[in-house]
């Protein structure tokens, strides 16, 4: 079983994302489930590589190749995740925020809020201040979720927020990615904030409450 899953970490560090639909099958083969793959295989893999992309030992290419191995064994474990609840608790909309285009967390947390009952309208990565009040418009989701993986891009959410809470006022807001942390959050007057997926549905279940 470790074999397994240090196989699916290494095809993540070496982005050798063809290699990664066989694994993942003989992975659930050996009833090893997709919470497992998950967490002993993908995020193990992608915690190296941000160490290695941070010391300069992986570059960007590389990188994206990690990322496109990644998102090939999401694709075949998120319809685990999807078969929970099927109540609906509510509308979430996610956005990456402007001049950001990590996706990955900000898609996973989608996964997890819809396999928890919720709707999750997804406006994508790089989205301006206006993207998102136009897809709230359109949307009218109960809360809004935005995320933000550089600590340039920190400045996006702020502003975001900003606009927000003055346009559409008492609407819950929630923050998150890895440089974002609850300080904060309380800093920019977001409603909440979630560290990772896990947290992020234990935070929606309780604003919809
Ligand atoms: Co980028 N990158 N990257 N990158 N990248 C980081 C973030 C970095 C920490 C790497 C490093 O130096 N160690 C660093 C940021 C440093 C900083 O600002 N402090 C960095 C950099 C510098 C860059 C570029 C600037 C590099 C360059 O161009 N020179 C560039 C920026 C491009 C841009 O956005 N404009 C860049 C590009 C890329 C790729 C495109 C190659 C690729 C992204 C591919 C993609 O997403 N489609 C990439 C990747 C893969 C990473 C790392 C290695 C992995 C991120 C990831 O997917 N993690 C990352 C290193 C790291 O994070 N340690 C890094 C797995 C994912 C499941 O976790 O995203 O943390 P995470 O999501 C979690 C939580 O954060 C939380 O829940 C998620 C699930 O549990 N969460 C939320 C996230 N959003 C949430 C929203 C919520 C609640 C919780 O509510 C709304």
Known sequence: MTDIFNQISEIVIK????????????????????????????????????????????????????????????????????????????KVLMGTVKGDIHDIGKNLVGVMLKGNGFEVADLGIDASTEKFIEWIEKENPDIIGLSAMLTTTMVSIQKTVSVLIEKFPGKKIIVGGAPVSQNFADSIRATGYAKNAIDAVELCKRLVL
């Open 15 to 90: 982005g050798k994302w063809k290699k990664m639909t066989d694994q993942v099958n003989l992975a659930f083969k050996n009833n090893i489930t997709a919470k497992q793959i998950l967490e002993n295989g993908l995020l193990k893999g992608m915690g190296v590589v941000g160490i290695k992309f941070r010391d300069g030992e992986m570059f960007l290419p590389e990188v994206l190749m990690s990322a496109k191995a990644f998102k090939t064994a999401m694709v075949l474990i998120n319809p685990f995740f999807l078969q929970g609840e099927k109540s609906n608790r509510g």
